[in-house]
T-cell receptor
Framework: GDSVTQMEGPVTLSEEAFLTINCTYT??????LFWYVQYPGEGLQLLLK?????DKGSNKGFEATYRKETTSFHLEKGSVQVSDSAVYFC?????????????FGSGTQLTVLP | GAGVSQSPRYKVAKRGQDVALRCDPI?????LFWYQQALGQGPEFLTY????????KSGLPSDRFFAERPEGSVSTLKIQRTQQEDSAVYLC????????????????FGDGTRLSIL
């Protein structure tokens, strides 16, 4: 079935460090891929998206490239800030039916230390 | 603001009570989704509406869960005879809906309702 597997956390980095959070998806259908971020006590916020192979989504210094050959959508940022501390979720659309519900990974907790 | 609004933010109920959770989507958004998020997990799909039509309810865990969107805007998720395993954060999301085969509209989430069953 449709699923997403993401890097388990928690991840702790120092400010200005390089960030990679791995995400892979099952190769079923032609999904759209997303990264959402959840700050403490808040709902999910869309961080970036990619709708087809080789697309690169980017926002707020974060980037992710839709890699069909490796079924991956890894999240990267060159220099993290304390304010980036949050839980990050990788998600994909399902591959069947007309509905567009999302299947999420289990989330990766990121803590950035000053 | 103009985001998805959910109420209440927190709900505590005794086991066996009925609860109702409300979602106000972004104005003009055709699609509406409910998700359940257990502690430390990603959200899991419950049900989906296109306008007032409930097109998919395959994620509802039991017949105690019921959702409606009678006028195609506000939606209510109702849980009857609550059990402790219903404790979770319930998230609502809305989107414009597909505008074409190649254009996917992302989902915008509310802050959720944290439900605790004692």
């Amino acid at each position: 079935g449709d699923s997403v597997t993401q890097m388990e956390g928690p991840v702790t980095l120092s400010e200005e460090a390089f960030l990679t959070i791995n995400c892979t998806y099952t190769a079923t259908g032609y999904p759209s891929l997303f990264w959402y971020v959840q700050y403490p006590g808040e709902g999910l916020q869309l961080l970036l998206k990619a709708t087809k192979a080789d697309d690169k989504g980017s926002n707020k210094g974060f980037e992710a490239t839709y890699r069909k050959e490796t079924t991956s959508f890894h999240l990267e940022k060159g220099s993290v800030q304390v304010s980036d501390s949050a839980v990050y979720f990788c998600a994909r659309t399902i591959s069947s039916g007309s509905a567009r519900q999302l299947t999420f990974g289990s989330g990766t907790q990121l803590t950035v230390l000053p | 603001g103009a985001g998805v609004s959910q109420s209440p933010r927190y709900k505590v109920a005794k086991r066996g009570q009925d609860v109702a959770l409300r979602c106000d989507p972004i104005s003009g958004h055709v699609s509406l989704f409910w998700y359940q998020q257990a502690l430390g997990q990603g959200p899991e799909f419950l049900t989906y509406f296109q306008n007032e039509a409930q097109l998919d309810k395959s994620g509802l865990p039991s017949d105690r869960f019921f959702a409606e969107r009678p006028e195609g805007s506000v939606s209510t998720l109702k849980i009857q005879r609550t059990q402790q395993e219903d404790s979770a954060v319930y998230l609502c999301a809305s989107s414009l809906g597909d505008r074409g085969r190649l254009l996917y509209q992302p989902q915008h989430f509310g802050d959720g309702t944290r439900l605790s069953i004692l």
